[in-house]
């Protein structure tokens, strides 16, 4: 069973910074690409950032490049999210899973999420 537990989320100012967490388990941690994805009010769940096995390729949505920041501990089953310079548009939850080919989501089953709201 896959379990995905995200941590780290919160309300910040507009220009302020956050790190999330995801610990994850239920597969070989380490054999798949890791990812964060977000879901806004009244969207649809968006890829944000993915990092591969080893941590030494990342890649990120336009609309975060420059600002976030994806990383991985292998012997911890964890990957984090830096967020600077936040921006209102980035308040939604934020989720992680394992990566198959094409970046897509591997599990059905995602953790609970963890809440980041940004004021303007």
């Known amino acids: 069973q896959v379990q995905l537990v995200e941590s780290g989320g919160g309300l910040v100012q507009a220009g302020g910074s956050l790190r999330l967490s995801c610990t994850a388990s239920?597969?070989?941690?380490?054999?798949?690409?890791m990812g964060w994805f977000r879901q806004a009010p009244g969207k649809e769940r968006e890829f944000v950032a993915g990092?591969?096995?080893?941590?030494?390729?990342?890649y990120y949505a336009d609309s975060v490049k420059g600002r976030f920041t994806i990383s991985r501990y292998n012997a911890k089953n964890t990957v984090y999210l830096q967020m600077n310079s936040l921006k209102p548009e980035d308040t939604a939850v934020y989720y992680c899973?394992?990566?198959?080919?094409?970046?897509?989501?591997?599990?059905?089953?995602w953790g609970q999420g963890t809440q980041v709201t940004v004021s303007s």
């Open positions: 239920g597969r070989t941690f380490s054999s798949y690409p």
């Open positions: 899973n394992f990566l198959g080919f094409g970046r897509i989501p591997i599990s059905d089953s």
């Open positions: 990092i591969n096995m080893s941590g030494g390729s990342t």
